[in-house]
């Protein structure tokens, strides 16, 4: 029944676009994180 | 507050595998289409999940034109980037349903055609905001999920009647549900919007960081004596 | 409330006034009328049956080709002469301004569809089965949902980066449930079908939009 493929590439398409977005995120933060320099303080 | 996001994040994704487990195993089987109907379970649900944030972005763009509070512009951000990743998600979804069931990729069906134009409505959102010039972005911004939330009955209603003058195949299918796949159908969603909630906590966090540094950064580079500190 | 109708008529006089002076703007817009029409015409060279059903789509792909061109010049003077900031600081609303762009934009625009109708008609072998009457309503009604967003979009990509694309990026997603509107109309009418919803959807998305940018446009001229 390769209709059960389709099944699984939906499911699997679903989480990878969702990690994908996550993957964007996390690596904004660690950049930020290593821009900001030891002893800097942040915020107004 | 920090410690409640590890812990809401475990609880998420029991939800989730919860779900998923009735979604694939204790949902009966369709008839006609078999087991690859399953893909609803994923697809309607990330469909659901992406209008309720849409709609945060049109109240949180209302609430902004009116107070002028920043928070409310980063909740208008947060909302309409993760709504266009769940609008992605049901993009996706639907041609890979539509293909085994109906031999086509795509038909120009009422559901998909009309998500097909939020989703570009709300990207062209996303566009203004990386282009406009960031002292006016917010004000923009607002502006034009105005005007796109307006759109939105005219895309539905219009799409709706070229659909009944033109019929096409729907997928997803109309017409009434068996309550046990409703059943599951609102679990998944359910768990797709506690997991929808924290990937938009984690983009405000980042977002609410960012804006910290642009502005210590600014400031910075406005006090640096002639000839520069670094 | 005459001071703000007369504040724009006066704007849309002196619109009109600069562009029927400047000869190069007229002359071009007529060529490229010209070539829209010539380049469809090598793209799809239907029968006079199929050009009916067709017709309608091609026509306002046009229209909305010409709606862009003319839309990105309608502030680029403003910006060149600084006249923007003069409007800011004036007492004179923003809405007048508003209503004095989007009717020299849809006066702008209408004139290029009417350069281009005949022509495509000529080339198509167009004849309509339905009322005429009711083809000038569509192309007033949909030209009017085009304009009014369109000088909306054109005032806010304003100060964006890439201003050129900014604006049919906007302008397009937004306007297509308008667009199936136009096409559908215009084809119903050329077959001799009845056109009411699509007329009426019409209206509705003119007087809801038009309102919107009314509401909105101060906001966005004085955005930061």
């Given at each position: 029944?390769?209709?059960?493929?389709?099944?699984?590439?939906a499911?699997?398409?679903?989480?990878?676009?969702?990690?994908?977005?996550?993957g964007?995120?996390v690596?904004?933060?660690?950049?930020?994180?290593?821009?900001i320099?030891?002893?800097?303080?942040?915020?107004r | 507050?920090?410690r409640?996001f590890?812990?809401l994040?475990i609880?998420?994704?029991?939800?989730?595998i919860?779900a998923?487990y009735?979604?694939?195993?204790?949902?009966?089987t369709?008839?006609?289409?078999?087991?690859?109907?399953r893909?609803?379970?994923y697809?309607?649900?990330?469909?659901w999940t992406?209008?309720?944030?849409?709609?945060?972005?049109?109240?949180?763009?209302?609430?902004y034109?009116?107070?002028?509070?920043?928070?409310?512009?980063i909740v208008?951000?947060v909302?309409?980037?993760?709504?266009?990743?769940?609008?992605?998600?049901n993009?996706v979804?639907?041609?890979?349903?539509?293909?085994?069931?109906?031999g086509?990729?795509?038909?120009?069906?009422?559901?998909?055609t009309?998500?097909?134009?939020?989703?570009?409505?709300?990207v062209?959102?996303?566009?203004?905001r990386?282009?406009?010039?960031s002292?006016?972005t917010?004000l923009?911004?607002?502006?034009?999920?105005?005007?796109?939330?307006?759109?939105?009955?005219?895309?539905?209603?219009?799409i709706?009647?070229?659909?009944?003058?033109h019929?096409?195949?729907?997928?997803?299918?109309?017409g009434?549900?068996?309550?046990?796949?409703?059943?599951?159908?609102?679990?998944?969603?359910?768990?797709?919007?506690?997991?929808?909630?924290?990937v938009?906590?984690s983009?405000?966090n980042?977002?609410?960081?960012?804006?910290?540094?642009?502005?210590?950064?600014?400031l910075?580079s406005?006090?640096?004596?002639r000839?520069?500190?670094? | 409330?005459?001071?703000?109708?007369?504040i724009?008529?006066?704007?849309l006089?002196?619109?009109?006034?600069?562009?029927w002076r400047s000869?190069?703007?007229?002359?071009?817009?007529?060529?490229?009328?010209?070539l829209?029409?010539v380049?469809?015409?090598?793209?799809?060279?239907?029968?006079?049956?199929?050009s009916r059903q067709?017709?309608?789509?091609l026509?306002?792909?046009?229209?909305?080709?010409?709606?862009?061109?003319?839309?990105?010049?309608?502030?680029?003077?403003?910006?060149?002469?600084q006249?923007?900031?003069a409007?800011r600081?004036?007492?004179?609303?923003?809405?007048?301004?508003?209503?004095?762009?989007?009717?020299?934009?849809?006066?702008?625009?209408?004139?290029?569809e009417?350069?281009?109708?005949?022509?495509?008609?000529?080339?198509?072998?167009?004849?309509?089965?339905?009322?005429?009457?009711?083809?000038?309503?569509?192309?007033?009604l949909?030209t009017?949902?085009?304009v009014?967003n369109?000088?909306?979009f054109a005032a806010?990509?304003?100060?964006?980066?890439?201003?050129?694309?900014?604006?049919?990026?906007?302008?397009?997603?937004?306007?297509?449930?308008?667009?199936?509107?136009?096409?559908?109309?215009?084809?119903?009418?050329?077959n001799?079908?009845?056109?009411?919803?699509?007329i009426?959807?019409?209206?509705?998305?003119?007087?809801?939009?038009?309102?919107?940018?009314?509401?909105?446009?101060?906001?966005v001229?004085?955005?930061e």
């Amino acid at each position: 029944m390769k209709n059960i493929g389709y099944l699984l590439a939906a499911y699997a398409a679903t989480w990878i676009i969702h990690i994908a977005y996550l993957g964007t995120i996390v690596g904004r933060y660690s950049r930020l994180r290593r821009e900001i320099k030891p002893g800097q303080v942040v915020g107004r | 507050m920090k410690r409640a996001f590890p812990i809401l994040g475990i609880l998420t994704a029991i939800l989730l595998i919860y779900a998923l487990y009735q979604a694939l195993v204790a949902a009966p089987t369709d008839q006609a289409q078999g087991d690859v109907y399953r893909i609803i379970y994923y697809h309607v649900p990330s469909a659901w999940t992406a209008f309720v944030l849409l709609f945060v972005n049109f109240g949180a763009s209302v609430f902004y034109l009116i107070k002028r509070k920043p928070v409310a512009d980063i909740v208008a951000l947060v909302s309409a980037e993760v709504g266009v990743v769940f609008l992605t998600v049901n993009l996706v979804t639907g041609p890979i349903w539509a293909r085994p069931v109906w031999g086509i990729w795509w038909t120009w069906d009422m559901r998909l055609t009309s998500t097909l134009v939020l989703w570009l409505i709300y990207v062209s959102y996303l566009f203004l905001r990386r282009f406009s010039s960031s002292g006016q972005t917010p004000l923009l911004a607002a502006a034009l999920s105005v005007l796109g939330a307006l759109c939105v009955p005219f895309v539905y209603f219009s799409i709706w009647f070229f659909r009944t003058q033109h019929p096409q195949p729907v997928i997803g299918g109309g017409g009434s549900i068996d309550p046990r796949m409703l059943h599951v159908l609102l679990i998944n969603w359910l768990a797709f919007l506690c997991f929808a909630f924290l990937v938009c906590w984690s983009r405000y966090n980042l977002e609410v960081l960012q804006r910290e540094v642009d502005h210590s950064q600014a400031l910075e580079s406005l006090m640096a004596p002639r000839g520069g500190a670094r | 409330m005459s001071a703000p109708t007369g504040i724009t008529r006066a704007t849309l006089f002196k619109d009109l006034r600069l562009e029927w002076r400047s000869k190069d703007a007229i002359n071009s817009m007529l060529f490229f009328s010209l070539l829209v029409v010539v380049v469809f015409s090598f793209s799809f060279d239907p029968t006079a049956e199929e050009s009916r059903q067709i017709a309608g789509g091609l026509i306002w792909v046009a229209f909305l080709f010409a709606a862009v061109v003319a839309l990105n010049q309608t502030w680029a003077r403003e910006i060149r002469n600084q006249v923007l900031d003069a409007y800011r600081v004036s007492p004179a609303p923003a809405n007048s301004l508003f209503i004095a762009k989007t009717l020299g934009n849809f006066i702008f625009v209408a004139v290029l569809e009417a350069l281009m109708t005949p022509l495509f008609i000529v080339f198509y072998r167009l004849r309509a089965l339905g009322p005429v009457w009711q083809l000038i309503l569509v192309a007033a009604l949909g030209t009017w949902a085009l304009v009014v967003n369109g000088t909306f979009f054109a005032a806010m990509s304003l100060r964006t980066r890439s201003r050129e694309i900014m604006l049919p990026l906007l302008l397009f997603p937004i306007s297509i449930p308008a667009l199936l509107a136009m096409v559908q109309s215009t084809t119903a009418i050329l077959n001799g079908e009845g056109a009411h919803f699509w007329i009426v959807l019409l209206v509705t998305y003119d007087l809801v939009f038009t309102t919107a940018c009314l509401l909105l446009f101060e906001t966005v001229l004085n955005a930061e």
